[in-house]
């Protein structure tokens, strides 16, 4: 029985989930053996509970980034492309309330961007194209009535 205990604790040590990856200076993630690590790559907090998880393939974030409360839920899912922001980003608070809504496109902001207070009030619409701010921008008070607007 020691033997198989032994045999399974060796495997799971020699495992992706836990192997040590760190993050170089160039901003790509390598493994021990200081290699571009490919895989889903998942960090967790002292509690057991997870803290990050994110794909990476030659060393670059590609796909879905998601981070987490300390309490488990999720706190933030993040999207990348060849390692650069591309599409929808979401954040929440610890109370589960969604906060923030973010577009880019190859690294750029591009798209829509919300913005919640902690009582799932709008307060910001905003427009980004190509990485600048376009269209018209909403400003909402804390009663969800309009104060400004101003077009870009």
């Keep these: ?20 990856i760190i993050e170089g200076e160039d901003g790509l ?7 571009l ?11 057991g509970q997870k803290r990050i998880e994110l794909n990476l393939v030659e060393g670059k974030k590609d796909g879905e980034v998601i981070l987490y409360f300390e309490n488990g839920q999720k ?20 109370q589960a309330v969604k906060i923030a809504e973010a577009n880019y496109n190859m690294g750029k902001k591009d798209g829509k961007w919300f913005i919640w207070d902690e009582n799932n009030i709008l307060r910001y619409d905003m427009t980004y194209k190509d990485g600048q701010k376009s269209g018209k921008w909403f400003i909402y008070n804390e009663t969800g009535k309009l104060i400004s607007e101003k077009e870009y």
Excluded: C, D, V
């Design 1 to 20: 029985m020691k033997k198989i205990t032994f045999f399974l604790f060796a495997i799971l040590l020699a495992s992706p989930a836990f192997s040590q």
């Design 29 to 35: 993630y390598y493994n021990e053996q200081n290699h």
């Design 37 to 47: 690590y490919t895989g889903l790559y998942t960090e967790f907090f002292e509690n």
């Design 75 to 94: 706190k933030e899912i993040r999207k990348y492309k060849m390692n650069q922001m591309h599409g929808t980003w979401i954040t929440w608070n610890e």
